[in-house]
């Protein structure tokens, strides 16, 4: 009897165990699915105790370097909790650690002329001030350039005008591209027009090449021409508006086009000009003068004119018109009176192009609205004011549109 009452007991414990085991497993079993089935940053999370904020704003790099890690993650079986964010990612740089950078320059390429019309090549900086509408400026740059690579446009006036002056503008202007050009590092177009505008040849390094369509230049008389400007009615199809175009004369859309279309796809790093043969009259342009200044200023080009034409058959040259162009694009306008005046007038151009000063200033005025900012340049050495120098800048250039971006930051190095 004893032993059936243990034997009994025993069976009894023996049951228990084996129900205990049973559910232990079952347990186990519903708690490693239930890990399988969450994705690995969850788990990665079970594990942490505490998330660090990113203090900073990730770079690319480390962009990919995390999903480089989350795809460890997902393939690791045991992931560890991501590690503490150190003290310098948790502090941004202070403002004695940062400099704060300015894109927003505005350059000013300025010529000194004495009474004597030469250059002066010993102006300073403390010499002179600059004011954007009336407010001066803190002048960040002046230096002295005179190895800036060239971008230039000769744009030559082939009306009835010009006639019997153009054999000596294109002599003048090949010498003018021999001494000028380097090759390899200056660049030239050629433009001719009468009522319309031609490309003789795009943007070229090849002093060949520039001559070539020098001398492929010239005036070619319209239906009906007899001379001294004067047309009478042709027959079709010429006649019409083929014969109005061409004994016409749209001297601000060469400007226009030429400063719209050819100067601007040159590098910004180079000095933009235009070299323009012409008398200064326009009969044809659907622009105005005012918008041929400001398509030059948008483009950052100066414009210099010779003035150039018949005053025997025709009026002569409009030296005001000119004189305006040129002076508010930064250029200078020549008048020569013979063929040795004309070669002196190229080289003059080529030595303002060689010889300037470049002035660079951050704009007290950081509003990005695209309107026009009128620039005055004054010398303020009492010295040199006694001498009647000739400051010669463009006088204004327009804002840049859009909304004004916040300074870049650069750490020191």
Known sequence: MFFQIQFWRMLAL????????????????AHAQQQQQQPPQSRAEATTTQQHPISRQRSAGESADATQQQQRQSVTPSPTATPAATADDETTLSEDEVVRVDANLTNVLLSAIDKNKRFVPTLKQEDIRVLEDGVPQQIFTFTRQVDLPLTLAIVIDTSSSQEYTLSDEKAAARSFVDSV?????DEVAVVSFTGETTLEQGLTGSIQRVRRAIDRVEFVPPSG???GGMVVGGTPPISGDNQQIAGSTALWDAVWVTCDEILTESSERTRRAVILLTDGVDTFSTKKLQEAVERAIKADT?????????RYRFGGVDEGSLRKITERTGGRAYFPKSETDLRDAFAQIQKELREQYLIAYSPTNKTRDGSFRQLKVEVVNPDLKKENMRLIYRQGYFAKGGATPAPARARRP
């Open 181 to 185: 050009l380097r090759a390899g590092k």
């Open 302 to 310: 100066l414009i210099f004119a010779i003035g150039i034409g018949d």
């Open 14 to 29: 023996l049951l228990v165990i084996a129900g205990t085991a049973i559910a232990g497993g079952a347990l186990i079993a």
């Open 225 to 227: 021409y007899i001379g």
